[in-house]
Structure formats: C-alpha cells, structure tokens
C-alpha cells in the first residue's frame, strides 16, 4: 500500500530540546512538503523540496531545518529557537500537479 | 489581500441539506483547483481535483470552477453525518511539483 507514513503520532518536547519528525513515502513522488497546522490559521508551509539533496524555506521556516538525503524521507527538526512549537504537524508529497498526498500528521507538544 | 479567501464558518446544516461551500482567490494563473477533507486530528485527504473552469461530479459531490469570477465551490448533496469535517479549497500553477496554495478551511457539522 503506497502512502505517506509520519511518525511519533505525538511528541512531547521539554524547553530547549530538539526534536525531529519522521516523514517517509513510498510513493515515489518527487515532492514532499512540511506544514504547521494552528487553530484558525490553516496550513503554513515550513520547508519543501523538489528533489533530492535540495529544499527551500517556505513561510515559517525559523526554528526548523530538514534534509533531503533519500528520495523516500524527508524529517523535520524543530530547534530550541521555535519559540512556540506546539501544533499539528503535516507531511506531504507530490508527482506533477495532481494534488498532495498528506500524511496522518504528528501532533507536538511543549511540556 | 490574501491569495485565497475561504468563508470562515463554523457551518451546521441538517442531515440531507445541500452544502455549498466557496472559495475566492486572487492569482489568474491557479490552473489546477482541488478540495480537501480533514477529519479531526487526521491528515487532509484529497476529495475532488479540477483543472481550469467546469464543473466535475463524484457521488453526492460536484466540484465547480469560475475562472473568470476567480471563484470555486464545493456541493455536497443529502448531506450525511460523515461528512462532518473540515473543508480546505487548494489551487496551483502549471509547472510539475508546484506547491499549493490553501484557503484556511472550515468546519462543516451535519447534525442526524
């Protein structure tokens, strides 16, 4: 079954600590994508890549880094300088303009 | 001006009402228009795709593109209580692996 797989579903981040998400597809899609999801703010893009060993920042890309080593991953880490990290946390991919395929998400929280 | 406007809701209708939900956006060069359904706390799921202006039906569902309005909708007819969710309108230029651009959804409740 050919999909979008994310994981922890949650984290639990403690102040100053990193924390990375794990986005991986099996789908062979050129594209992948990551987004925050807050309550009334829609979907803000945090990083994308096109290809292998390339990304870009998007919108809120502050307190994040990823990598793009493998076509199939693409995980996220969020700093210690993301002052407000707590939000729902998309992964996505796409081949050509056929619309994204969206993972189930990982939901962190600050403790 | 935002690139995409999406009405903010909550909405609430009775089971079997028809839904309209729309979207307006700014860019003439959107090409490809989809619509997303997120169940809570699950990742969006691609519902309906078009590409440029028409309409296209699936089911209980017909999508709906303006592009002279620079307008979109969304009809579900005999609304179920399964489609209870939130609602996100999505667009995108031509050019392999762009990215979209959302509308910041809303929140449909069909009440039984």
């Known amino acids: 079954d050919g999909g979008i797989t994310q994981s922890p579903k949650y984290l639990f981040r403690k102040e100053g600590q990193n924390v990375t998400l794990s986005c991986e597809q099996n789908?062979?899609?050129?594209?992948m994508y990551w987004y925050r999801q807050d309550p009334g703010q829609g979907l803000r893009l945090i990083y994308y890549?096109?290809?292998?060993?390339?990304?870009q920042k998007g919108d809120i890309a502050e307190g994040y880094s990823v990598s793009r080593e493998k076509k199939e991953s693409f995980p996220l880490t969020v700093t210690s300088a993301q002052k407000n990290p707590t939000a729902f946390y998309l992964c996505a991919s796409m081949q050509g303009n056929y619309g994204y395929t969206f993972g189930s998400g990982t939901r962190l929280t600050v403790v | 001006q935002k690139e995409v406007e999406q009405d903010p809701g909550p909405l609430s209708v009775p089971e079997g009402a028809i839904v309209s939900l729309n979207c307006t956006y700014s860019n003439s060069a959107f090409q490809y228009f989809m619509w997303y359904r997120q169940y809570s706390r699950k990742g969006p799921e691609l519902l309906m795709y078009?590409?440029?202006?028409g309409n296209k039906e699936d089911g209980r569902f017909t999508a709906q593109v303006d592009k002279s309005s620079k307008y979109i909708s969304l009809f579900i007819r005999d609304s179920q209580p399964s489609d209870s969710a939130t609602y996100l309108c999505?667009?995108?230029?031509?050019?392999?692996?762009?990215?979209?651009?959302f509308g910041k959804g809303i929140t449909l409740s069909v009440r039984p």
């Open positions: 999505a667009m995108t230029l031509t050019g392999a692996n762009s990215k979209l651009t």
């Open positions: 789908l062979n899609h050129d594209a």
């Open positions: 078009t590409y440029s202006s």
């Open positions: 890549s096109q290809i292998v060993n390339d990304f």
